[in-house]
C-alpha cells in the first residue's frame, strides 16, 4: 500500500518534473516541493484558523480564570481545558496537523530520491518496472544527481562546498535550521500568557524543532536537505503573503520565570 499509493506516484512525479525541467534533479524538488505546498495549502489556512481560535481563547477571562483556579492540580485543569475545547469546537491538534503529514512526505521524499538515484544493474532495473508507461525511463535513467555543489543522493557531508581542516561545512543543515526556526517563530501567534504551559511548550517546539530537522538534513541525502530548505521558505512567503507573519516574534525576550513565594 506504501509502494502504491505514496512512494511509486512520488517517484514518478519526480521523474516526470526531471524530464519536463532540463533532466535537472535539483530543480524537480524544487519544484516538487511548489507542488505539495499548493497542495496542502487548505491545511495551512486551517492551521492558521486554529491558532487564532486558541489566541483567542487563551487570551479570554475565562480561560485566565481556569487557570489560576486550577493551578495546583494539572489533572483537573487538563480536564477543564479539554471540556473548553470541546464547547468551543478548537482541535488542540489542529496546528499540528500540516507537520503530522509532513512526515510520510518526508519519508516518501527520502525513499524516492535513493530509489530514482539509483546507479547499480538491480537498482535501476528495480527503478524501471517501478515507473508508469508514459515515462520514459529508458531514455532518463539513470538520473544526473549533480546539483550546485552536491551530490543529492548523498549527504552533504560527501561533497562540501567548503572544507575546513578536514571537515566539510554542511551548509544546506546550516540553512535547514535556520530556515525552520524562522518559520517556526513567525508563524507562532504572540502568547497572551507567556508564562502558562501552552507557551512553554512553544518556545521548546521552536528550539527542539530546528535542531531535529538539522539533525535529519545532516545524516540524509541531500536533496531531503533541499526540500526542507525550500518547503521553509514557502511557508515563510505564505504566511507573510497572507499577512499573519509574526515577524515580532523574532525579536520578543522570552518572560522570565516567575518566582515562586
Given at each position: ?9 512520488m ?20 519544484i ?10 487548505p ?16 487570551g ?22 479539554m ?6 469546537g ?54 544526473n ?23 566539510g ?5 546550516i ?5 525552520t ?8 501567534p504572540?502568547?497572551?500568557n ?21 539533525f ?8 531531503l ?11 515563510i ?25
Amino acid at each position: 500500500m506504501w509502494n502504491t499509493f505514496i512512494l511509486s506516484p512520488m517517484v514518478n512525479v519526480l521523474i516526470w518534473i526531471y524530464n519536463l525541467f532540463f533532466h535537472n534533479f535539483g530543480l524537480a524538488i524544487v519544484i516538487f516541493t511548489i507542488l505539495i505546498r499548493l497542495i496542502t495549502y487548505p491545511l495551512t489556512a486551517q492551521q492558521l484558523k486554529s491558532q487564532q481560535k486558541m489566541q483567542e481563547l487563551q487570551g479570554s477571562k475565562k480561560w485566565q480564570d481556569m487557570q489560576k483556579k486550577y493551578k495546583d492540580n494539572k489533572e483537573k485543569l487538563a480536564q477543564e481545558q479539554m471540556s473548553i475545547y470541546k464547547e468551543m469546537g478548537i482541535n488542540p491538534l489542529g496546528s499540528c496537523l500540516p507537520l503530522i503529514i509532513q512526515f510520510p512526505i518526508m519519508i516518501g521524499l527520502y525513499q524516492a530520491i535513493t530509489l530514482a538515484m539509483a546507479s547499480a544493474p538491480i537498482q535501476l532495473l528495480n527503478l524501471s518496472r517501478m515507473l508508469y508507461s508514459f515515462i520514459p525511463g529508458s531514455q532518463l535513467i539513470p538520473l544526473n544527481a549533480k546539483f550546485l555543489w552536491m551530490n543529492l543522493g548523498l549527504p552533504e557531508t560527501n561533497t562540501p562546498l567548503l572544507n575546513i581542516l578536514g571537515f566539510g561545512l554542511p551548509i544546506m543543515t546550516i540553512l535547514v535550521v535556520l530556515t525552520t526556526y524562522v518559520q517556526s517563530k513567525v508563524m507562532a501567534p504572540p502568547p497572551t500568557n507567556p508564562g502558562d504551559q501552552a507557551a512553554q511548550m512553544s518556545r521548546t517546539m521552536n528550539l527542539t524543532m530546528p535542531l531535529l530537522m538539522g539533525f535529519i538534513a545532516y545524516s540524509l541525502a541531500s536533496g531531503l536537505a533541499l526540500y526542507f530548505i525550500v518547503s521553509n521558505l514557502l511557508g515563510i512567503a505564505q504566511y507573510a503573503m497572507m499577512g499573519k507573519a509574526n515577524w515580532s516574534n523574532m525579536f520578543r525576550k522570552a518572560a522570565p520565570a516567575k518566582k515562586k513565594a
